[in-house]
């Protein structure tokens, strides 16, 4: 029992250790802050998800030998074995990966799988319904658009295919991220608990908008346009002129449309964020950078008159990202400060939106 426990254990720090800080990026900073209780099923959730992510981005292998490994996936994750699908998703998908940190992950579904069964029911369950609702996403982007070989763009049609995208993607993150803090941590979050989850989608929402809007010129050359065709025909713009180098210019009406769905999609994230008590902090840090590094980002996006070049994508540096964190500390107990914060942020953007259309 104590060597099952400890190899267990081992596992355990090894998966939501190392590995996880080597493929969640910018994620792992809110991660590592999280309340204990918390840690473990959100960071399993992610580890999940993101072996799907890497499989269904895995263009060496044709989309429906993906959507396969994928449907397995979620599959194993609600309890189905498919010992098979794991040899294949390390051998065919994980062979493929130019990362290496991402081939130990398609080579660790198994054991994540395994810390999976090991969670209490309750966090068992919420994980298994966020992963299967991110794949929901991930098979969207499969049946939706084109081989990435193809030479082909296809464009989402409408707004309302854009916004349910974006909470299969993330905004079940900001629900799921809830139900844990109630759990975890009850008594925490201020407000009825139907508001504090809607601000949570919300919440996922504003995160996974400026992803989209950031990396429109990267997805544009793979096949994949987010812009929605009926907002693109408004402007006069087809998916294929999006493109063109100097388009960026004509499709910024479309980009300052979506960046202030964007930012009222912040407003309730910051809501949100100012419910949690003060004496939260870890929480409220978790919280609180995402929302400075989207803010940042759009207030990059909207003065970057070459937005649809991915060699020119508005990214934040990251030295810039270790000075917010560092300045975010002693800030984060003050409901005052962080709003002004926050005023000065939404304040840019605006300036930047205002600044683009008068010169439009």
């Not at 369950?125 to 966020?130: D, F, M, N, S």
């Not at 902090?281 to 990059?300: D, F, K, N, Q, Y």
């Amino acid at each position: 029992m104590t060597l099952k426990k400890s190899t267990h254990d081992a596992t355990t720090a090894l998966l939501l250790g190392p590995l996880l800080k080597g493929v969640s990026r910018s994620f792992y900073l809110s991660l590592r802050v999280l309340p204990v209780g918390m840690r473990d099923p959100i960071g399993l959730a992610y580890l999940l998800a993101r072996a799907g992510d890497t499989i269904a981005d895995t263009s060496l292998i044709s989309p429906e030998k993906r959507l396969e490994l994928l449907l397995s996936l979620r599959g194993q994750v609600n309890g189905l074995p498919d010992e098979g699908a794991l040899i294949r998703m390390a051998a065919e998908a994980g062979t493929q990966q130019t990362d290496s940190e991402e081939k130990v992950l398609l080579e660790s579904v198994g054991a994540a799988l395994s810390l999976l069964s090991r969670l209490s029911q309750p966090n068992r369950e919420a994980v298994c319904a966020t992963v299967t609702t991110l794949t929901e996403g991930m098979e969207f982007d499969l049946r939706t658009f084109p081989d990435e070989r193809s030479g082909r763009i296809v464009a989402l049609q409408e707004y309302s295919e854009l916004d349910r995208y974006t909470y299969l993607i993330a905004g079940c993150v900001g629900e799921f991220w809830t139900k844990m803090t109630y759990a975890h941590v009850p008594g925490t979050l201020a407000g009825p608990l139907d508001t504090m989850m809607e601000r949570g989608i919300r919440f996922g929402k504003a995160l996974q908008m400026t992803n989209i809007l950031r990396d429109c010129g990267k997805d544009l050359r793979i096949g994949r346009c987010y812009l929605p065709a009926t907002m693109l025909v408004r402007f006069g713009l087809s998916p294929q002129e999006l493109l063109l180098p100097e388009t960026s210019l004509r499709a910024r009406p479309v980009l300052f449309e979506l960046v202030r769905k964007a930012l009222d999609h912040y407003r309730e994230a910051i809501d949100y964020t100012l419910a949690l008590p003060a004496f939260s902090i870890r929480l409220r840090l978790s919280c609180w950078w995402p929302i400075v590094i989207g803010l940042e980002t759009l207030a990059l996006l909207v003065r970057n008159d070459n937005w649809l070049d991915p060699a020119k994508a508005s990214k934040i540096r990251r030295n810039d990202v270790y000075r917010m964190m560092a300045t975010s500390v002693p800030l984060v107990v003050s409901n005052t400060m962080l709003s002004a914060w926050a005023e000065r942020l939404m304040g840019r953007v605006e300036l930047g939106l205002s600044a683009g259309e008068a010169s439009s």
